[in-house]
């Protein structure tokens, strides 16, 4: 699948550097397109699970934390860091 036209995306200046992060059922990544910047598919058959934000693809992969008892991600878009609760 290519998520860059899937979503609205488009390649960055020095093109998409990110890993893939898998969590649980879900593939996270950073689409960069309008409203769907951040993008959970599922792992299976990559389904839209859920997606999030407007912000440009970044050049750097998710990071997965816990706050709290529930499972975060962190990522660092074009323009600033977001933090998504992965459900």
């Known amino acids: 699948m290519n998520v ?3 979503f609205g995306g488009s390649n960055i200046q020095w093109g998409i550097s990110e890993s893939p ?11 960069g397109g309008p409203g769907a910047s951040i993008v959970a598919l599922k792992k299976t058959d990559g389904t839209l699970i859920w997606k ?9 992969s998710a990071i997965p934390v816990e706050i709290g008892g529930t499972t975060q991600v962190i990522f660092f878009t074009g323009s600033r860091a977001v933090g998504l609760d992965v459900q």
């Open 4 to 6: 860059l036209s899937k």
């Open 21 to 31: 992060l898998v969590i649980g059922d879900k593939v996270l990544v950073n689409a």
């Open 52 to 60: 999030s934000q407007s912000d440009e693809a970044g050049y750097s």
